[in-house]
C-alpha cells in the first residue's frame, strides 16, 4: 500500500475576494528538462460571477473539492457555462452547442485539468463524466502540437473494449480536427491494423491487456504520456488489474504526467492504491461523501424483489411482455445476468418467446459483441441480456428499464448496471430480482436504497442490514465460466 497519505482535509470553497487575482497557473516540471506551464485563468466572464452564485452552485449540486496541496480550493472557480472555457481557436467546442452547460462534474474538474493537477472524479453514473477528462485530453493536445506526434502523449485506459471505443468516439466526434490522432486499441482482433494506427497515435485508448501487449512487443512508447486516465478507475485498481496497470505506467512516471480517475464508486479498498499513482490529487465528489455507501442515480426508480430463484424466469418473461408487448415502440430493456452460461440460457429461453433480443457476454468473439451492442443501440434488438462486460460505462440511448436476473458481486456493481438507464438527466426503472443466495450483500443494497431515498422491501430487511467487508477480491468480475450453482473456478478479463 501506498506510503503516501491520502487524508486530505475537506474544504468547502471559500469566499473570494473581489480584489483577488483570478489568474492561476500550475508548473510541470519534467524530468528530461523541459518545463511546461499549464497556464490557466478564469474567462472574465467567469470571474465577474457573483461568488454568492459560486456559492449555490456547489452547494446545489452537493460538491465536495478536497485539495491537500491548497486550503483555498476557491482558486479553481467552476465553470458554469460553456462560454467560461479557455480560448482554443480550432472547433473543440463545436459539438459542446447541444448540450444546455456543462455537467456538475465538468464544470468542477475541468477548471483543475486545464490547470494540469492531478484529479480524482467522483459522480453518478450518466454524467457526463467522459467529456469530464475528454475535452481537457484534447484540449491539451491541441494546446501542445508543435509537430506530428511520434509517440502517445495521452492514454486513456478502459474495463472493457466496447467502453474503449465508446470513448474514442467521443473523442473522435469532439476532435474532429484531430480525428487521424485518436487511437482505440483493444483485445480480440487483429494487431496489425493497431500497430499501423499507433504510428500517428497522440492519443490512444485502450483496454490493459492489448496496451501491454503491445507495449511489450515494442510497439508502442508511452515514455511521453503526460495525460494518464483511468475510466472506471476503481474496476482498474482492482486485483484483476492492479498489475497490468503498473506495469503500464513504469515509463511514465509520476512526476511527468498529469493522472486523472474517474468513477461513480470509489470504494475505500483502492483509496491507498489509487494515491500511489498520483502526485497530490484533487478529490471532487459530486452528490455526497465519498466516504459513505456508493450512490446510485437518484432518478433512477430502484425495486428489489425478493423472490425464490426458480422463481426468476416466469418473472422476467413477465416484465419483458408488459414492456415489449402491446407498445407500437417496445422499451428498450437490459437484462443482466452474473454468468456467461447463464446469458445464454436466458436468451434462448427469451428468443423462443418471440422478443427481438441480442446478447453480450465474455463467449461471444468481438464482431459478434459489437455487432449485438449496435442492434441494441439502433433498437433493431430491444432486449439485451448481458453479463457485466456491460455494466460499466455504456452509454446506450433510451433503455428504460435494467432487470437483474442474478445479483452482481458487489454492490458496486449494482449502481453502475443499473446506471445504464437514467442517464444524462433522464428517469429511469431498475427492477432487481435477489435471492436467498444474495443474501451476504442485503446490508450494502439497503444502504444504496436508502441513500437513494427508495423503497427497502420488508422481505430485504429480513436478511439482514449488516455490511459485510468485500468478498470479493476481483471486485467487479466480468464473468464466470461456470454453471448458476457451481461454485466459480475461474474469471476473465478484457484484454
Ligand atoms: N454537458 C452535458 N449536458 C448534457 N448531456 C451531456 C453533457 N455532457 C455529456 N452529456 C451526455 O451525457 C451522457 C452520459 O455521459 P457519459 O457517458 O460521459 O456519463 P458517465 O458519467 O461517464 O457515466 P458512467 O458512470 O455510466 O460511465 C452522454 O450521452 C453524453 O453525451
Request: with cysteine; glycine share 8%.
Amino acid at each position: 500500500m501506498g506510503k503516501r497519505s491520502h487524508e486530505p482535509t475537506e474544504q468547502r470553497p471559500k469566499k473570494k475576494s473581489k480584489s483577488e487575482k483570478p489568474a492561476k497557473a500550475s508548473k510541470d516540471k519534467q524530468e528530461n528538462g523541459d518545463e511546461k506551464t499549464l497556464s490557466y485563468s478564469d474567462a472574465s466572464a467567469l470571474s465577474a460571477i457573483p461568488q454568492s452564485e459560486i456559492d449555490s452552485f456547489l452547494t446545489k449540486n452537493v460538491i465536495k473539492i478536497s485539495d491537500p496541496s491548497s486550503p483555498d480550493a476557491s482558486q479553481f472557480r467552476p465553470i458554469l457555462s460553456f462560454d467560461h472555457l479557455p480560448k482554443c481557436d480550432v472547433g473543440l467546442y463545436t459539438q459542446l452547442k447541444s448540450f444546455p452547460a456543462p455537467t456538475p462534474i465538468q464544470s468542477t474538474t475541468w477548471p483543475l485539468l486545464f490547470a494540469g493537477r492531478d484529479v480524482i472524479g467522483i459522480a453518478e453514473t450518466g454524467s457526463g463524466k467522459t467529456l469530464g477528462f475528454g475535452l481537457p485530453c484534447l484540449k491539451k493536445l491541441i494546446d501542445s502540437k508543435s509537430s506530428k506526434p511520434s509517440q502517445p502523449k495521452a492514454v486513456i485506459i478502459s474495463p472493457t473494449r466496447e467502453l474503449a471505443m465508446q470513448i474514442y468516439d467521443q473523442l473522435v466526434k469532439f476532435g474532429q480536427n484531430e480525428k487521424t490522432q485518436v487511437t482505440c486499441i483493444y483485445g480480440g482482433v487483429g494487431k496489425d491494423e493497431q500497430r499501423r494506427a499507433l504510428q500517428k497515435a497522440a492519443i490512444v485508448v485502450a483496454t490493459p491487456g492489448r496496451l501491454k501487449d503491445l507495449q511489450s512487443d515494442g510497439s508502442i512508447d508511452l515514455g511521453k504520456v503526460n495525460y494518464l486516465v483511468l475510466d472506471e478507475a476503481d474496476r482498474m485498481l482492482d486485483k484483476g488489474f492492479e498489475q497490468d496497470i503498473k506495469d503500464i505506467v513504469k515509463p511514465m512516471p509520476v512526476s511527468r504526467r498529469q493522472t486523472v480517475m474517474f468513477t461513480a464508486t470509489w470504494p475505500r479498498s483502492v483509496r491507498d492504491l489509487a494515491a500511489t499513482f498520483m502526485k497530490t490529487p484533487v478529490t471532487v465528489t459530486i452528490g455526497g461523501d465519498p466516504s459513505a455507501d456508493p450512490r446510485a442515480n437518484t432518478r433512477i426508480k430502484q425495486v428489489v424483489e425478493v423472490v425464490d430463484g426458480r422463481e426468476k424466469e416466469g418473472r422476467l418473461v413477465q416484465l419483458l411482455t408488459k414492456s415489449q408487448r402491446g407498445h407500437q415502440s417496445p422499451e428498450k430493456v437490459l437484462v443482466f445476468c452474473l454468468y456467461k452460461k447463464e446469458a445464454m440460457r436466458i436468451e434462448n429461453l427469451i428468443r423462443n418467446k418471440g422478443f427481438a433480443v441480442a446478447g453480450i457476454h465474455g463467449d461471444l468473439n468481438q464482431s459478434e459483441r459489437f455487432r449485438n451492442l449496435d442492434a441494441f443501440k439502433k433498437g433493431n434488438a430491444t432486449v439485451l441480456i448481458a453479463t457485466d462486460v456491460a455494466a460499466r460505462g455504456l452509454d446506450i440511448p433510451n433503455v428504460k428499464l435494467v432487470i437483474n436476473v442474478t445479483f452482481p458481486l458487489t454492490v458496486e456493481d449494482y449502481v453502475h448496471r443499473i446506471g445504464r438507464t437514467g442517464r444524462a438527466g433522464a428517469d429511469g426503472l431498475a427492477i432487481t430480482m435477489f435471492t436467498e443466495n444474495d443474501k451476504g450483500l442485503s446490508g450494502g443494497l439497503i444502504n444504496v436504497l436508502k441513500a437513494a431515498k427508495q423503497d427497502v422491501p420488508e422481505d430485504l430487511l429480513k436478511f439482514g442490514t449488516t455490511v459485510k467487508k468485500k468478498q470479493h477480491d476481483v471486485y467487479g468480475a466480468f464473468y464466470k465460466d461456470v454453471d448458476m450453482d457451481k461454485t466459480a473456478t475461474k474469471i476473465t478479463f478484457d484484454d
